[in-house]
């Protein structure tokens, strides 16, 4: 399974159901429950809408390039945009339990940032890199059962 199965469609709202069942097909296909399937669904879906809506600026900004295989104990997604370069440590961490928004504060709440925050609770590893040439990368991984360990 170690083969890499890759879409290419251009980054509008339309497209982000196409995206998640490709990758949730390929999840599926490689042994991951339901559980697993649904987070990595809800993953691409956040990290698709970002990627529209955040680095292209609105529809038809550019492609998203999605890939998924299998390496190891991982299932690996890949999503490559064109856009200019995202720097995730600009993104501030949600409010937490510990520091919630205060009712008088509702005029200072951030709309935004729980999107990462989501992929990476919901993936076992995230990953953002860039390069000139080839733009913003996100891998998303999530681990195989271990009956499912492919070498």
Not at 89 to 112: E, K, L, M
């Amino acid at each position: 399974m170690g083969e890499k199965n890759v879409l290419i469609l251009p980054g509008r709202y339309e497209n982000i159901r196409r995206i998640c069942q490709f990758v949730t097909e390929g999840a599926t296909r490689s042994g991951l429950d339901e559980t697993a399937v649904f987070h990595i669904e809800l993953a691409c879906d956040e990290a698709s809408a970002n990627i529209i809506e955040h680095t292209y600026g609105a529809e038809d900004g550019g492609d998203i390039h999605i890939s998924w295989h299998v390496a190891g104990n991982m299932f690996i997604v890949t999503i490559l945009d064109n856009g200019p370069r995202f720097n995730p440590g600009t993104v501030p961490p949600p409010p937490s339990a510990s520091h919630p928004p205060q009712p008088d504060d509702v005029d200072n709440i951030r709309v935004g940032g729980l999107g990462m925050h989501f992929m990476r609770q919901l993936m076992d590893e995230v990953t953002f890199d860039y390069t000139p040439d080839q733009g913003n990368t996100l891998v998303m991984k999530k681990k195989l059962p271990a009956k499912m360990d492919k070498q």
